[in-house]
């Protein structure tokens, strides 16, 4: 019923939320998958929150793996192409450290999906939280050590974890130039952006808000993004996410 609401509303994909939880049954997928295939929609979809790739507990960090594998997995099986996720939190352990180890989870999950020959992009996102790992260059860093591991920027999230940085033209240009220098062309070709309104303070993302409740300079955001002539995924996740894709689509077009 979602599927053929975004085609009604004239948005061209969806990402499924598996946020609370991976809803999917396997049984269902084939349907998804023609259904989406048929109406030429793009499907991509978002693990659960719970996720912590960096959980000191054992039996935890091997849970979040599986959550990430089977978002994975049962996204490729509805003819998605990527799933992203919150990585981890920092907690008391240094940047190498957390780095280190959440590099081993994705190593772990990929090897799982090459098991089952499932080709899919695995996507760290770019934490709103200081207390998260994922700044723009660990996430870049990532993908630059791991296969089929691209980013998936959240726009309003650099601007939340920056207490208000990257908001201008300048600061835009800087994120998609360091993509393209780091990462090829290609990475520029095939994103997974996420945007939306955001209300925040020194501790990073305190929650989404409509764009036109927000400071985020979202029309001259969308100005880079022609510039830079991406192609890819957009997502918004607004409190009123279908008007706001819309608007996202409208000025794009314009």
Known sequence: EGLKQVKNLNLDGM????????????????????????????????????????AQDKQKWHASISYITQSAKITYLCNGCSTCFHPAFNMKNTKEEVYNKV???IKLIL?????????????????????????LNEVIKLSQELENVLP???FSHLHAYSNGKYNTIDEFREVLT?????LGKNSLNNVHFHCQGVNYNEKGEKNHLNFKD???????LIKVWKEFKIKGIVVCESPNVEKDALLLKEIYNK
């Open 15 to 54: 990402e499924l939320e598996f946020v609370h939880g991976i809803y999917l049954k396997k049984e269902k997928t084939p349907e998804i998958n023609s259904f989406v295939k048929n109406n030429n929609l793009i499907i991509s979809c978002h693990a659960p929150y719970y996720v912590n790739l960096n």
């Open 103 to 105: 590099k081993e989870a």
């Open 111 to 135: 090897k799982e999906l090459k098991k089952d020959d499932i080709e899919i992009w695995i996507r760290p996102e770019t934490a709103g939280k200081i207390s998260q790992f994922g700044t």
């Open 152 to 154: 998936c920027i959240d």
């Open 178 to 182: 360091l993509m393209e220098n780091k």
């Open 214 to 220: 927000s400071d985020l300079n979202y029309k001259d």
